[in-house]
């Protein structure tokens, strides 16, 4: 196993919990940021995990995360404005 994919692990295990608690309690806007950050977290793990296999095929599902995730938190921000 190499060093790539135990750093995936423990930052999805650190980085994820952290995220997860904030996205099940919290205010509306708090569970948007901690679903934003637990985005980046995933995007993060999934590049440690590409970088660790050796394998560039991997890559694509991180960018196209990133790409809805930043749209998708835009959208869903701009939607709460007007409902507060």
């Known amino acids: 196993m190499s060093a790539e994919l135990v750093l995936a692990a423990v930052l999805f295990v650190g980085g994820g919990a952290p995220c997860l608690v904030r996205v ?3 205010g509306v806007w708090d569970r948007l940021v901690g679903l934003e950050l637990l985005s980046v977290v995933v995007v993060l793990g999934m590049l440690l995990i590409a970088a660790g ?3 560039e095929a991997y890559l ?3 960018m196209v995360l990133t790409v809805l995730s930043v749209t998708g938190s ?3 921000a ?4 007007r409902l507060s």
């Open 24 to 26: 099940c309690h919290g």
């Open 53 to 55: 296999d050796h394998r």
């Open 78 to 81: 701009r939607l709460l404005r």
């Open 60 to 62: 694509i599902v991180p």
């Open 74 to 76: 835009l959208v869903a």
